[in-house]
């Protein structure tokens, strides 16, 4: 699942390159350190998911 996601989120991130790069345009700094913060929120989130999933799936714990 976590590649899965790092896969769209990958290319997304590749065509919207593309796209401001073939008007002339790039991400200013603020832009590329938003898009930094949100990715980051992603992996955590996406972390927290994958250790939920794993300590569910191990049952209760007695």
Do not use: F
Request: aromatic share 4%; glycine share 4%; net charge negative.
């Amino acid at each position: 699942m976590v590649s899965s996601l790092v896969a769209l989120w990958s290319s997304q991130e590749e065509a919207c390159a593309e796209v401001l790069t073939k008007h002339g345009e790039y991400p200013s700094e603020a832009e590329s350190e938003e898009s930094v913060r949100t990715h980051r929120r992603l992996v955590n989130a996406t972390s927290d998911m994958a250790r939920r999933a794993i300590q569910a799936s191990r049952g209760p714990r007695i």
